[in-house]
């Protein structure tokens, strides 16, 4: 299972930690992929992180604005949203799969290829 946090209502120019936390199983053994989707868009990856944290791979929008990070020895994972826009208002989710999945970004943002999923944390950039 995962368990999303940390959404809410931002300013532009301001900052935000959406945290996942894993359990039922071990985070260790998974690579951790953000996903977002807005209003009438399709699910996009924002960023993907492998099991030792050594292959990382942002969205080209989010590049400079966002960083993942994870902490395996408290099953969680986090995004930082920094000068967040009205564009990147959307649910976001975390998911769960094979760590060669971040092998290369093209691989990383096939929302198929991930195993468990959790249920999205609404993010809102609003003045």
């Known amino acids: 299972q995962l368990v999303e946090s940390g959404g809410g209502l931002v300013q532009p120019g301001g900052s935000l930690r959406l945290s996942c936390v894993v359990s039922g199983f071990i985070l260790d053994y998974y690579a951790i992929a953000w996903f977002r989707q807005a209003p009438g868009k399709e699910r996009e990856a924002v960023s993907c992180i492998n099991i030792s944290g050594g292959r990382i791979y942002y969205e080209d929008s989010v590049k400079g604005r966002f960083t993942i990070q994870r902490d395996n020895a408290k099953n969680t994972v986090y995004l930082h949203m920094n000068s967040p826009e009205h564009e990147d208002t959307a649910v976001y989710y975390c998911?769960?799969?094979?760590?060669?999945?971040?092998?290369?970004?093209?691989?990383?943002?096939?929302?198929?290829?991930?195993?468990?999923w959790g249920q999205g944390t609404q993010v809102t950039v609003t003045a």
């Open positions: 998911a769960a799969g094979r760590d060669d999945i971040v092998t290369h970004s093209s691989t990383c943002e096939r929302a198929y290829e991930y195993d468990y």
